[in-house]
Every structure is written in structure tokens, then in C-alpha cells.
């Protein structure tokens, strides 16, 4: 079975202050891992894809990674409007069903 | 140009009553996949739709059944509420199914309280 985990669950950082978060996935034929930022009571905001080990993405202060089990997305001198829960997904199958992860909570404070 | 839209925003039932969702996908895109998010965890797979057929379920009751129209919106129904059903209900639509872009986009999603 398709398996999602993000680590930490929560983490806080000071403005400046740059930190790495982690997605750790199985999955039976990769077909792209997803980022995604979710700001609260509203939807998820498309960040990134990924698709084969050594990819790599990035969008400002934002740089995501993908290795065969795992993907990172590396915050450089966050700042507050950072803040928001990250989420990765990885596609099931040809179809358009993600399996997300549970997020990371990402607090920056000035 | 217009990102997915979805109605209502917020709303409220009571338990054994049925609600309806609305989405309308960004244009151009023909495939919308639905999505149930509980406080504090990700986005769980319920339907997708492309071309107006399912393509895909998730592990969800019958209650859920949902329907694509021809102009690609889709509506999602919930039979017989739980309480267990109070969740976000997110509405995403990407280009195309199977091989190609493969990017979802999401609405803003219902807040679906029942009591």
C-alpha cells in the first residue's frame, strides 16, 4: 500500500532561519511527488512536481529535492508569511488520486 | 483567468440529512477529483472524474457518490450524514488524466459541519 509520512509534525522557526522539512514515501512506481502549501481553512496551493530521483525545483526561498524514498523542501531565510502547513503527495497510479501526507506546520516568527 | 471555484463556502447539517457540493474546474481542464480533509490531516481521495466517467474511488461509503457534467463541473452528494463526515471538502481539477500534466489545482474548499 501507497505510504506518505512527513516529519517533523511541527516546527517552529525564527525569520532567518533556514530548515529543511521531510517526506518519506512508498510507493509502487513513482509517477510524481507533489508539494504543496495549505494556509489555514483554505485549499492547497500547488508548489512544486517532482518526478525522478536527483530532480530539483525551486520558487524563491523554496527548493525541493527528490531522492528513491524521500523528498525535501528546503525553507532559505524564511520569513513570516511562510508560515502555513506543508503537504506532499505522490499520484497513484495513471489516475489522479494523491496520497498526501499528514503536513508539517510551519511557524516562522519575526 | 478564474482558478477552481466551489459553493457553498460553509455549511451546516444535521445528522441523517443530505448535502450537495458544487465545483467548477479552471478552464480547459477536464478531469476534477474530490478530496475530504479532516482537521489536522492531509487530503484523503475520494472520486475523480474525467470526460463526465469515474476513473477513480477512494475507500469511501456509497453514501459519497458524486457526477461530472458536460461543461466539466462536478457535484459531490453525501447521503444519511455522519458526524464523522464534518470535514473540508476540497474540489481539484488538473488538464488531463493519465499520462501529461499531472498537476492538481484546488479549490477553496466547503467547510461541511454536522451536527
Known amino acids: 500500500e501507497d505510504q506518505v509520512t512527513q516529519s517533523p509534525e511541527a516546527l517552529r522557526l525564527q525569520e532567518g532561519e533556514s530548515s529543511s522539512l521531510n517526506c518519506s514515501y512508498t510507493?509502487?512506481?513513482?509517477?510524481?511527488l507533489f508539494w504543496y502549501r495549505q494556509d489555514p481553512g483554505k485549499g492547497p496551493e500547488f508548489l512544486f512536481t517532482?518526478?525522478?530521483a536527483g530532480e530539483e525545483k525551486e520558487k524563491e526561498r523554496l527548493k525541493a529535492t527528490l531522492t528513491k524514498k524521500e523528498s525535501f523542501l528546503h525553507i532559505t531565510a524564511p520569513k513570516p508569511e511562510d508560515s502555513a502547513t506543508y503537504l506532499c503527495a505522490v499520484r497513484q497510479g495513471y489516475g489522479q488520486n494523491f496520497v498526501f501526507g499528514p503536513g508539517t506546520r510551519l511557524s516562522v516568527l519575526p | 483567468d478564474a482558478g477552481v471555484t466551489q459553493s457553498p463556502t460553509h455549511l451546516i447539517k444535521t445528522r441523517g440529512q443530505h448535502v450537495t457540493l458544487r465545483c467548477s474546474p479552471i478552464s480547459g481542464h477536464k478531469s476534477v477529483s474530490w478530496y475530504q480533509q479532516v482537521l489536522g490531516q492531509g487530503p484523503q481521495f475520494i472520486f475523480q472524474y474525467y470526460e463526465k466517467e469515474e476513473r477513480g474511488r477512494g475507500n469511501f461509503p456509497d453514501r459519497f457518490s458524486a457526477r461530472q457534467f458536460p461543461n466539466y463541473s462536478s457535484e459531490l452528494n453525501v447521503n444519511a450524514l455522519l458526524l464523522g463526515d464534518s470535514a473540508l471538502y476540497l474540489c481539484a481539477s488538473s488538464l488531463v488524466f493519465g499520462t501529461g500534466a499531472n498537476e492538481q489545482f484546488f479549490g477553496p474548499g466547503t467547510r461541511l459541519t454536522v451536527l
Open positions: 517532482l518526478y525522478s
Open positions: 510507493v509502487s512506481g513513482l509517477r510524481g
